[in-house]
Structures are given as structure tokens and as C-alpha cells.
């Protein structure tokens, strides 16, 4: 099993980025991915989140700026983040749910089976 975060770097204030998680060695398409991320010193947090039926949830903060999506066929979920801030700087991480039911926050990170290394974002003023 692994999930492998790509696509962070340095970037200036308003600016874009696009993440990449690739997935392999388990059933991509019954599991649900979020995209969590942590600064330093501050808890690890859910910024957005796709069902494995395609439906979107992102934190307040993200909102209007983020964007997540899915490619099944080629076993990847993207994050495209758009006018980014220097609070967005953070390492980024995906991680996969295969039991989402809608019962639950997406943004517990106990309820994901699997986790990948992060990618660091660092957004400057």
C-alpha cells in the first residue's frame, strides 16, 4: 500500500499550486481521500476531502480557493489550491478512508486506514 503526495514547492502569496496523490496496492475506487495538512507546532488538519462517489468537502478556510478531484483510471486524487496565502504554508498530506459513510467528520484523522508522506507547501508574503 502506498499514497505518494507530490507537487508542493515555494510559491508567493496569490499564487497556485497543484498537489498529486498516487495511490497503489489497495482498491482505489471504494475509498474515500482527504488532504490534510500541518504547520509547525499546530495539529494535523483536514483542508478537503473526496468521496469515492465524487462528492467534495473543504475546510472554511480553503473554501472558494481549493479545489479536489479524482482520476479513478489513473488511481490519483489532485488538489488545486489558488490564491494561496502564507497561512496555507504546511506539509500536505493524503491519506484514504474506506469506510466513509457520511456518519462522521471527514477531518478525523483516526478514521483513515492509510497514509502517505507529505509534500511541504510554503507560500511567501
Known amino acids: 500500500v502506498q499514497l505518494q503526495a507530490s507537487g508542493g514547492g515555494l510559491v508567493q502569496a496569490g499564487g497556485s499550486l497543484r498537489l498529486s496523490c498516487a495511490a497503489s496496492?489497495?482498491?482505489?475506487?471504494?475509498?474515500?481521500i482527504g488532504w490534510f495538512r500541518q504547520a509547525p507546532e499546530k495539529e494535523r488538519e483536514g483542508v478537503s476531502f473526496?468521496?469515492?462517489?465524487?462528492?467534495?468537502y473543504n475546510t472554511d478556510a480553503v473554501k472558494g480557493r481549493f479545489t479536489i478531484s479524482r482520476d479513478n483510471a489513473k488511481k490519483r486524487v489532485y488538489l488545486q489550491m489558488n490564491n494561496l496565502k502564507p497561512e496555507d504554508t504546511a506539509v500536505y498530506f493524503c491519506?484514504?478512508?474506506?469506510?466513509?459513510?457520511?456518519?462522521?467528520?471527514?477531518?478525523?484523522?483516526?478514521?483513515?486506514?492509510?497514509w502517505g508522506r507529505g509534500t511541504l507547501v510554503t507560500v511567501s508574503s
Open positions: 473526496i468521496t469515492n462517489s465524487g462528492d467534495t
Open positions: 491519506a484514504a478512508d474506506r469506510d466513509y459513510d457520511g456518519s462522521y467528520f471527514w477531518g478525523s484523522t483516526g478514521e483513515y486506514e492509510y
Open positions: 496496492g489497495f482498491a482505489f475506487d471504494y475509498f474515500a
